[in-house]
């Protein structure tokens, strides 16, 4: 009897730590999604009671249609985001007011409202299109940012978009021309008002202290306030890559009419390096660029891929371990870094690459709709420790059997 209550113990407690390890694989952020998307209230997509009706005033309208328009999504989906954007708009209307005097207190007090309404109906995800994330209730800085726009439009509010590097936020000025900044993606997408650390003034905001969402940089496009225009045709540029547009056309064109714009300059170099269309001449570029944004993570991850292609591989690593120590590091950064072997040691990044590239984890990813989902340096990192940690115990420091982490 003892036999077999020992045997059923362990069982338990191997089938307990199967679990542990397989669940210590996805960073925390996986889980909040999952629940987020489980929590919010649904939007009924019914075909009889769908509300598509276009409106070329709104600028999440005319973002859909652009997506359709362009093969980005299907005319069920564009629909569906429609309605569900349409519906959004009602419950604004039907449960925020705003006082007639349109003073920073009553804009602060509409955007709230607005803002926790969009949490209740949309969870937080990092998004790339309008149309095929909002008919799914996801959004995340930009895309929650459009949506308000649009709310505060249909009320008379003079409202803005304002970039960070991969971020933005949501701009405001009252009558008497008052500044309102406000992030839209805190508690869970229902959004607060920025602190005071952020100064303003008429025309760009002054970054006085560094955050995780708000990192200095003085480049244009950061920090300027953009109207629904300049929105609408840096989204051609966002979403090139999935339409079917003569992206290098769009790209390059309207990188010469912009040459110091950042995002639009990613874009480029990024377009021009896949299209095997990466010249010396924009190799210069890119290293001056570098030398102006040192913090430009995406720009860094392409020079490296670019000396990557030509064998210059000292080069590349010097890029990737300089992501890799400040931990700005995604998932295309993290397979250059294993091909290049960038720690010496890559042992453990290959076998979660491996584990998260799997035909079963990929399944799991697509049925909760996070496929789309990267992951950071930090979160392989923190991976890689409980990894040894469940397999030396308290002892981690002490174990020289498996490959040394960074701590």
């Not at 093969?71 to 039907?94: D, H, P, R, W």
């Not at 995780?212 to 979403?239: E, G, H, M, Q, W």
């Not at 035909?359 to 890689?384: A, G, P």
Request: hydrophobic share 35%; charged share 25%.
């Amino acid at each position: 009897m003892k036999y077999k209550l020992f045997i059923l113990f362990s069982l338990l407690y191997i089938i307990l730590c199967s679990i542990w390890f397989f669940l210590s694989l996805f960073p925390c952020n996986y889980y909040n999604y999952i629940l987020d998307r489980l929590y919010i209230n649904k939007i009924d997509n019914n075909l009889s009671s769908l509300n598509s009706s276009f409106s070329p005033q709104f600028l999440t309208h005319k973002m859909v249609m652009y997506d359709l328009e362009h093969g980005i999504t299907s005319e069920q989906i564009a629909n569906k985001a429609l309605n569900n954007i349409n519906y959004y708009f009602a419950q604004v209307s039907n449960n925020c007011i705003l006082e007639g005097e349109q003073t920073s207190s009553d804009i602060i007090n509409y955007i709230s409202c607005a803002n926790k309404i969009l949490g209740e109906y949309f969870y937080y995800q990092p998004s790339q299109e309008t149309s095929n994330n909002y008919a799914n209730q996801r959004s995340d800085c930009d895309l929650n940012t459009y949506l308000l726009i649009d709310a505060m439009k249909k009320v008379g509010i003079d409202a803005y978009i304002i970039y960070a590097p991969n971020h933005a936020f949501l701009g405001a000025k009252s009558k008497n021309q008052e500044i309102i900044l406000w992030e839209t993606t805190i508690d869970k997408n229902k959004g607060e008002k920025i602190d005071t650390q952020i100064i303003t003034d008429a025309n760009k905001i002054i970054v006085d202290s560094l955050s995780s969402f708000y990192k200095k940089n003085d480049r244009i496009p950061y920090y300027r306030y953009y109207n629904t225009k300049y929105a609408f045709d840096l989204y051609k540029i966002l979403v090139s890559d999935i339409s079917n547009v003569d992206s290098l056309a769009l790209v390059e064109g309207s990188y010469l009419n912009d040459t110091e714009n950042a995002i639009i300059e990613n874009a480029y170099f990024e377009l021009r390096l896949q299209k095997n269309k990466f010249t010396d001449s924009d190799l210069e570029k890119l290293k001056k660029s570098l030398q102006k944004d040192i913090n430009n993570e995406n720009n860094r991850v392409l020079l490296a891929t670019f000396y990557e292609n030509h064998k210059m591989l000292d080069q590349a690593r010097e890029h990737i371990e300089t992501l890799l120590k400040s931990e700005r590091c995604g998932k295309d950064c993290i397979e250059l870094a294993i091909r290049l072997d960038s720690e010496g040691n890559s042992y453990f990044l290959q076998k979660y690459v491996q584990f998260h590239d799997s035909k079963l984890v990929t399944k799991v990813k697509q049925f909760f709709k996070l496929d789309k989902m990267e992951y950071t340096y930090k979160d392989y990192k923190n991976t890689r420790l409980k990894i040894l940690y469940l397999l030396a115990g308290p002892n981690v420091n002490k174990f020289v059997y498996f490959p040394t982490v960074i701590l």
